[in-house]
């Protein structure tokens, strides 16, 4: 059942231009001077009930201004969108009572207050009685462990535990669908870790559907079955994980520890990346020559250890929006 | 409705935190008073005078009425909240919740003024008893009426000053409009009653907001009447229609503008 779907989406905004020096800053008074930006050009997807999707692309490639005409913050100038069938730009009230929002880098909870006064306050936002919100606050305190700060007042948690409750905030009104912007960012390993925890818990003990944008190819390798990308507004990848992961740049790398070195200069299918006489790591064009071919001219009997691996996914992305550019 | 009033209770919950910088504000208030009690001192050659109208008692509980509900309110504060809300992106994120803006925000700063309001309340009735050692004659309905103008007085103000923040949508900064603003307030109907003023600035002045958020509250204190009552209150209520209506008119405009890039 297609939850989200969005046709030929597009967003200009005009951006004012200034030429340098005061000079300029006069001229722009008495002439002022824009230029359009095409921040969404004819985007188009869909996004089934359930699916913890990852959209993604690099800095100013019009990520966020998506969500933010997917979540009614903004008007698209073209095309449309249906969240759950509602027009975001329309139906902006009923929408709000459809689907929660987190952006990592905006505070959305009273800084003085605890957690606990921070959830029921979101409850009461969404017309929740006050009995079902205590019911709520209780059921995500044993299923997200928030015993430790749920009565600590939110400016004296760590980053990790804001943003955990944040996203438990937003999930208060139960909504059908989540969009998480970034949250993520500047969070430690560990911390990363219990977010993805949180996230993939309410995605399946709520069958919550999760939108997520982030810069971190561990959220993206970790939760999501599905990768979007778009790069200068424009979408260039719609594709499950493992198509991406196994077919989209169809490279493996292969490390060995060799007996005796061996010379693979003029091979076709085959980089070396790196050479240190018994030590080898070379890249496999699986369409050119298979691994097995590959390790055949390595010889086995040669080979003390090998390592067959598949191109990081942080390698792939970069390649995708280095070559979509 | 519950929705607005859990927002209130939890702006002051929030707020019960600044306790100490609500009483340390009380000094520059106190000291305002202090001043202008020396000046009214010397002005009125004996306390049953009038100058237009007012005695010497009557011409400072005005200035201590007018002085509390200008203190309580923090405009500017409020004003350069929205204001910068607006210019940083940030009132988007208000945009897709389940509630309406300008409501949302008389909410937060009514929560923010109600400790305010109390205490102010108290140090300058407490204040002014101590410079003339006397309340002014009022019976519990009267003190009553003009507990709902004060509060009318201060929805009117936190209207209008979200109204002068969202200008924000159209214009860089709305700070030099609440300047005027605030300043036509403060000398016109604050510091001195509007009888103070040419008859036909009165007559302008009574139908500007500084007859709803300042003048009328304080005149019915130091001299009350209930056909001057309901007609503060009416006026006050008009007032809040206009100011409700202009604001969302000018939410609405001002959020089809909305050009957040990134982030």
Redesign the interface.
């Known amino acids: 059942m297609k939850i989200i779907e969005v046709n030929n989406l597009s967003k200009t905004f005009k951006v004012k231009i200034k030429e340098k020096g005061l000079k300029g800053s006069l001229k722009s008074i008495i002439n002022p001077k824009y230029k359009i930006v095409n921040a969404v050009n004819n985007v188009s997807f869909s996004v089934d009930k359930g699916e913890i999707i990852a959209f993604i692309g690099p800095n100013g490639a019009g990520k966020s201004t998506t969500i933010k005409m997917m979540t009614s913050i903004l008007y698209p100038d073209e095309g449309n969108i249906k969240i759950l069938g509602l027009d975001p730009a329309k139906d902006r009230k009923k929408l709000a009572y459809e689907i929660g929002t987190v952006f990592g880098q905006k505070e959305q909870l009273w800084t003085h207050l605890t957690p606990y006064d921070n959830f029921k306050f979101f409850g009461a936002i969404y017309d929740i009685p006050e009995k079902a919100v205590e019911k709520k606050i209780e059921e995500f305190r044993v299923l997200f462990e928030l015993d430790k700060f749920i009565n600590t007042p939110v400016r004296n948690l760590s980053l990790g535990q804001r943003i955990i409750c944040e996203i438990v905030a937003s999930l208060i009104h139960e909504p059908k669908i989540l969009f998480l912007d970034e949250p993520t960012i500047g969070l430690d390993p560990v911390v990363k870790e219990n977010i993805r925890t949180l996230i993939k818990r309410m995605n399946k003990e709520y069958k919550t559907t999760i939108f997520l944008t982030s810069h971190d190819v561990g959220d993206i390798e970790k939760l999501c079955k599905r990768v979007i990308i778009i790069n200068n507004g424009q979408l260039v990848l719609d594709d499950t994980m493992e198509n991406l992961k196994y077919h989209y740049l169809n490279q493996k790398i292969v490390e060995a520890k060799m007996k005796e070195k061996v010379n693979l200069d003029d091979e076709v299918g085959i980089t070396i990346l790196k050479d240190k006489g018994y030590n080898l790591k070379i890249e496999v064009d699986t369409t050119k020559r298979s691994v097995a071919d590959a390790i055949r001219l390595l010889n086995p009997d040669n080979i003390i250890d090998i390592n067959i691996s598949n191109v990081p996914l942080e390698n792939i992305i970069s390649d995708i929006y280095r070559n979509k550019e | 409705m ?2 607005y009033l ?2 209130i209770k ?1 702006q002051i ?3 019960l ?1 600044y306790i100490a910088n609500i009483l340390l504000g009380f000094i520059g208030y106190f000291i305002m008073l202090f001043i202008l009690f020396n000046l009214w001192d010397y002005l009125y050659s004996s306390p049953d005078e009038l100058i237009n109208g007012y005695n010497m008692n009557q011409m400072t509980w005005y200035v201590i009425v007018t002085e509390v509900l200008w203190m309580t309110l923090g405009g500017r504060k409020l004003c350069r909240k929205i204001s910068n809300d607006v210019k940083s992106g ?1 009132i ?2 208000n ?5 309406n803006y300008v409501l949302y925000c008389l909410s937060t700063h009514l929560g923010d003024v109600v400790i305010k309001g109390i205490v102010y309340t108290f140090l300058g009735m407490l204040t002014g008893f101590i410079f003339l050692g006397s309340f002014p004659k009022l019976n519990i309905i009267s003190i009553i009426i003009l507990l709902i103008t004060a509060i009318l007085a201060t929805t009117i103000s936190i209207l209008l000053i979200t109204c002068i923040g969202l200008v924000s949508f159209f214009i860089e900064d709305s700070g030099p409009l609440y300047w005027v603003y605030s300043k036509v307030i403060l000398v016109l109907g604050t510091i001195f009653p509007i009888e103070y003023f040419p008859s036909i600035l009165q007559k302008i002045l009574q139908y500007s907001p500084v007859y709803v958020v300042s003048y009328g509250p304080a005149k019915l204190f130091v001299d009350f009447s209930m056909d001057n009552a309901i007609k503060v209150i009416v006026a006050q209520l008009v007032y809040i229609i206009i100011s409700y209506v202009l604001c969302n008119l000018i939410y609405r405009k001002g959020v ?1 503008r ?6």
């Not at chain 2, 909305?258 to 982030?263: A, E, L, R």
């Open positions: 519950r929705k859990f927002i939890t919950m929030s707020n935190q940030n988007t994120y945009i897709n919740k389940p509630y089809k909305i050009n957040v890039n990134g982030g």
